[in-house]
């Protein structure tokens, strides 16, 4: 089974804070991605990697960047965290060779900017 | 531009009763199509996709997917509802440019309540 962990399942930071998260897979997965989850918006990706060190910008990236160091571990940050981004975060990975392949997810971050 | 659309915030259904949650979807090219299911403060699980072939599609938990290409439609289905079936549940398309990437694009979410 395909594992996906992520750091926190709940974070409460102040604003202004620089916030990591943190998400780790165990499949070999090359894709890996960064959502938030918000009520009546459903999912909208952050950003996407397909491998090590590569990245592209999803649909809402302003005030946040990543970071993939290793092809196992993907990470998202908030420069300087806003009460606006607060949410529901959830990492996932997929496999990039044949596909259409399904995303596995992490059980998710809920995060609080106060 | 592609897009996918879940035209009902919450559907209520009594246990035992059959069950239908709706997709509509706009892309350009083949639709690869999905469906996930999320329970409370959980993240998401698939549950089947649609790439080519077979309309009907099977998936986990007796769930089933029907494809209908004139109707631009991906509705999820279930002969026979299940209170343990109540949970939010995302309709996705894959978007079809730049590659084998497997970005999706999700619906806003259908929360299904399945009473007693």
């Known amino acids: 089974d395909v594992k996906v962990t992520q750091s926190s399942r709940y974070l409460v930071k102040r604003t202004g804070e620089k916030v990591f998260l943190e998400c780790v897979q165990d499949m070999d997965h090359e894709n890996m991605f960064w959502y938030r989850q918000d009520p009546g918006l459903g ?3 952050i950003y996407f990697s397909y491998d090590v060190k590569m990245k592209e910008k999803g649909d809402i990236p302003e005030g946040y960047s990543v970071s993939r160091e290793k092809k196992e571990r993907f990470s998202l940050i908030l420069e ?11 990492c996932a990975t997929s496999y990039s060779a044949g596909g259409p392949n399904e995303q596995f997810f992490g059980p998710g971050t809920r995060l609080t900017v106060l | 531009a592609q897009s996918v659309a879940q035209p009902e915030d919450q559907v209520n259904v009594a246990e035992g009763n059959p069950l239908t949650v709706k997709c509509t979807y706009s892309v350009s090219g083949n639709p690869y199509l999905f469906w996930y299911v999320q329970y409370p403060n959980r993240g998401l699980q698939f549950l089947l996709k649609y790439i080519t072939g077979d309309n009907l599609v099977k998936g986990s938990y007796g ?14 289905k279930k002969p026979s509802a299940l209170v343990s079936d109540s949970a939010l549940y995302f309709c996705a398309v894959r978007r079809n440019y730049g590659g084998a990437t497997n970005k999706l694009i999700f619906g806003t979410g259908t929360l299904l309540a399945v009473q007693p």
Request: net charge neutral; hydrophobic share 35%; no cysteine.
């Open chain 1, 43 to 45: 999912l909208r990706l």
């Open chain 1, 80 to 90: 300087s965290a806003s009460t606006n981004q607060t949410s529901m975060y959830l």
């Open chain 2, 63 to 76: 769930f089933e997917a029907e494809f209908n290409k004139s109707q631009t439609s991906f509705h999820l």
